[in-house]
């Protein structure tokens, strides 16, 4: 795999530094996750009319935190002023949420469209700009996934963006329940406006 | 089928004028199910150690409100200072909590146990007493109920009550996002409480 390249970053860091900081936080698959995500982001920004290259960038850095310790998270939500009732969740949800600052802190990357788009990718939320819907739905259909009923979700969200979204939000609610796992009530508001009908 | 009759009403109304009351309200196939529910809660409050007589009151009365015009639903949460976010909602969800206020009315039950369960019945809730567990679990796996899973939610239910409210959570939030309908924050806190692992 080709490592890629930013025309922009959007950053003080040329595009070889961050692609090495990106590298240097996570191991070889989560690596190849994040560069296949910028490319599905990269498609859906095309598809709906928005600036591929910062979609691109930001599927790229969705992940950046993904791997940072535990202790380092709680840490950081203790002393940054995060709601402390993300003590009571786990990186699914930090990875999101607190990687945005992460990114901000490591990469230098303070444009907003980015950063939120980092900050709602696990949760969703009911507001979502067009940005945040291509980082969310590209996370979910990039090519390496292989959950049940990835062909309709890529089916339904290369012809509408916003129904990719619902799709997510309500096979991700599905899924969740069956395991009896605790749901962040982001995400149930975020279905609520997005998936329900 | 025979009316019920309560040795306490908890109310000015005497056993047969409350009895009467209710089925006014409503038609006979769900005056047939609020007896099922008092029975079963009755059945529920023997195995769980609570005032038998009390439940049975308790699941008769749960209902009661359930047909109740829209128009005056709405009516009342503007005039009574329910919160107006209510009025996002439908029947589903307000002849639990407006609903209680209309048993109060109708009823004069003001007993607090009996109003909250009526209250909660429909949504659950992040905390939960034994009354409104019984109620709630009880209109579930009432006899009349035919649901795929009834017979393990009955199960269930029999041999722990809590586990009982956590089954009927998490198959009603599959049931929901199946369906895609919205669903009410406060059943996804209780479900984050009471069904998820």
Redesign the interface.
Known sequence: MTDPVFKETYSPLSSSELVAKEKSMMDENRFAHCVRVSETARTLAKLNGYDEDKAALAGFVHDYAKQIPVEEYIKVIKEEGFDPDLLNWNRAIWHGIVGSWFIKRDLGITDPEILTAVYRHTTGDVEMTTMDQIVFVADYIEPGRTFAGVEEARKTSYADLASGV?YEL?HT??FL??K????Y?RT??A??VW???
């Open positions: 619902g309500a609610l599905a329940v069956q009896r796992s605790k749901i009530p149930l508001a279905y609520n998936a329900a009908e």
